[in-house]
């Protein structure tokens, strides 16, 4: 999995890094046997420099996925929390997009199973 980290407004300490490769790290499970050759872009930090309370922290994360690009984008009061509602809007594209494509093959093997039945008869 190739990662490329970007902040906005704040600097990238060692315990926000930490955290980040933590919940990136549940989000590569997800990928299975596809983690090698996937991309992921995130991006972290405060919305503007102003604004002192509300949803002011911003976690985005763009992941290019078996030629699909995913996108999830989560503000919060608390960038922790922001990490995590990122984490669990990825994982939650990934695996629908996994069920799209198990669904689709399943499809096309019905199909198939029921041509070959009415050719051989």
Do not use: C
């Amino acid at each position: 999995m190739i990662i490329n980290i970007k902040t906005l407004g704040l600097d990238l300490t060692p315990a926000i890094s930490a955290y980040l490769q933590d919940k990136l790290n549940y989000v590569e499970k997800s990928f299975g046997n596809y983690a090698e050759e996937t991309k992921v872009q995130v991006e972290v930090g405060k919305i503007s420099k102003h604004h002192k309370s509300g949803e002011v922290f911003r976690a985005e994360i763009n992941v290019f996925y078996r030629g699909r690009n995913l996108r999830a984008e989560v503000l919060n009061s608390d960038l922790y929390l922001a990490i995590e509602g990122m984490k669990d809007k990825i994982i939650q594209d990934v695996y629908k997009f996994e069920k799209k494509q198990n669904s689709l093959f399943r499809r096309g093997g019905r199909t198939l199973k029921g041509f070959l039945r009415g050719w051989r008869r």
